[in-house]
């Protein structure tokens, strides 16, 4: 069984060697005493949430603060092809179910986008309250699957500022029910285009409850956005997003090659 993850912020393993002990403060300390009731001998990893890692033992235990001892500290690259989940609000909480989803399967960003046919709607002082939400659901379901790196959260955008997305991205796919390629063959065919030139991005294009507008669509395609089919039934906003990273990450091979 893999050990438990609590992270430190980034930048806080960057001196550490083997033999060193390094001292975790603040909430995750107490998850990890007063929640997890790590103690004395247990294994832990402690994670700055931009790819290092520190596995130890720990040594100490209060409320307060956990001391561990570093065995082992790794840098755990990126993949080489990096996708982003554009999530439209949804009502219900959908949204922050579907990046949750995402985040455990492996996503690299998201970016909340404020549809027009988005019920829920971000404004003013509530816009930075739900970005911050969004971003401690994708922190917690990062420590949730061990990852150690945490997606980003990328600044609220409106149509016409995902038309911009889409024309800077490497590939923007809109997973829409009226498209006629499966995804699978979009994705191929895109990979068999690429030559190895560094990281490249995807961004994979989920509408609200009620799906996205044509003329959505139609902006989004003259940016260089192409549509891809998911499957033969109609996904929820929550649904569709994480069902597209697995076939993405499979097709891809970020679950199989190593990463850079």
């Not at 001292?23 to 931009?50: C, N, Y």
């Amino acid at each position: 069984m893999s050990n438990p993850v609590f992270f430190s912020g980034a930048g806080s393993l960057d001196d550490l060697v083997p033999g060193a002990r390094f001292v975790l403060q603040g909430p995750e300390a107490r998850h990890a005493v007063t929640v997890k009731r790590l103690s004395p001998g247990e294994a832990v990893d402690i994670a700055d949430g931009a790819g290092r890692r520190l596995t130890g033992t720990v040594v100490s235990a209060s409320p307060a603060e956990l001391t561990v001892e570093c065995s082992a500290l790794v840098v755990e690259g990126r993949p080489d092809i990096r996708l982003v989940l554009v999530q439209a609000l949804a009502k219900g909480d959908r949204d922050e179910l579907a990046v949750e989803t995402a985040t455990e399967l492996g996503i690299d960003a998201v970016v909340p986008w404020q549809s027009e046919r988005s019920i829920v709607r971000w404004k003013g002082e509530r816009a930075a309250k739900a970005h911050a939400k969004w971003q401690s659901v994708v922190t917690a379901a990062a420590k949730q699957a061990r990852r150690a790196w945490i997606p980003e959260v990328r600044a609220t955008v409106d149509t016409p500022g995902l038309a911009a997305a889409v024309a800077a991205a490497d590939l923007a796919v809109i997973l829409h029910e009226d498209a006629v390629r499966p995804l699978r063959s979009v994705l191929e065919s895109w990979q068999g285009t690429q030559a190895d030139a560094g990281p490249l991005e995807i961004l994979l294009i989920v509408g609200p409850e009620g799906g996205i507008s044509p003329r959505e669509v139609t902006r989004l395609c003259d940016a260089g956005a192409v549509t891809a089919l998911l499957g033969h039934h109609v996904l929820r906003s929550s649904t569709a997003g994480p069902a597209a990273v697995v076939l993405a990450s499979d097709v891809l091979g970020r679950w199989t090659a190593p990463v850079s």
